[in-house]
């Protein structure tokens, strides 16, 4: 059964400072993973999807990378500003065809002024 | 412009009640879902519909029932038999090929 994990649970750090954020899966069979972003109260915003065939996707100061083999996805945010204060998810969708994707259930990042 | 809409955003029902969220979407996808969030838990599914007229139950489908009679509306009715049903529910499509997850804005259901 596959599994998807973002550990820290939550992050603070000074404005200006680059980050990465972690995204593990237990089962490397996967079709795509995406990164997401949920202001509080709001829907989630697709911010990088990176197809199984692909090491990484770049958008402006993000840059999400897919190791499969290891099963594990980073998602980089260089020079962060307070703006970028949010809830970041990763979801899966498995290869295996049920078009059911799996959640982690985020890392809520905090950018200090 | 393209996206979902979720109506209404915020919608308080008395215990007993049937509700029903809606969910529209004008991306022309075939795939539509819908989960729900609670606090400090991840999304859970609640049902998914790959083509219209056809849907699977998710992780989390007793208590709630769907149809999908037109591409582009998916609506979730919560019934009385949904032992907790207060949260909030986000409602999703994605295209084919690769299968990118758009949300609608979501729905917060308070029921007391």
């Known amino acids: 059964k596959q599994e998807v994990t973002q550990i820290p649970a939550a992050l603070s750090v000074p404005e200006g400072e680059n980050l990465v954020l972690n995204c593990s899966f237990t089962?490397?069979?996967?079709?795509?993973l995406q990164w997401f972003r949920q202001d509080p109260g709001k829907g989630l915003t697709s911010l990088l999807l990176?197809?199984?065939?692909?090491r990484e996707q770049t958008s402006g100061r993000l840059n999400a990378s897919l190791d499969k083999s290891s099963g594990r996805s980073t998602l980089y945010i260089a020079a962060s500003q307070p703006g970028d204060s949010a809830t970041y998810l990763c979801?899966?969708?498995?290869?295996?065809?049920?078009?059911?994707?799996?959640f982690g259930t985020g890392t809520r990042l905090k950018v200090l002024a | 412009d393209g996206g979902i809409t979720q109506s209404p955003k915020y919608l308080f029902r008395k215990e007993g009640q049937n509700v029903t969220l809606s969910c529209e979407q004008n991306?022309?996808?075939?795939?539509m879902y819908w989960y729900r969030q609670d606090p400090g838990q991840g999304l859970r599914l609640i049902y998914y519909?790959?083509?219209?007229?056809?849907?699977q139950k998710g992780d989390i489908a007793e208590g709630y029932s769907v149809s999908r009679e037109k591409k582009e509306s998916f609506p979730l009715t919560v019934t009385s038999a949904q032992k907790n049903p207060t949260a909030f529910y986000l409602c999703?499509?994605?295209?084919?090929?690769?299968?990118?997850?758009?949300f609608g804005p979501g729905t917060r259901l308070t029921v007391t």
């Open positions: 089962d490397s069979a996967i079709y795509n």
């Open positions: 979801a899966v969708l498995p290869s295996w065809g049920t078009y059911k994707y799996i």
């Open positions: 991306l022309n996808h075939d795939a």
């Open positions: 519909s790959q083509i219209v007229n056809d849907f």
């Open positions: 999703a499509s994605s295209n084919k090929t690769p299968y990118e997850q758009y």
């Open positions: 990176i197809q199984s065939s692909q």
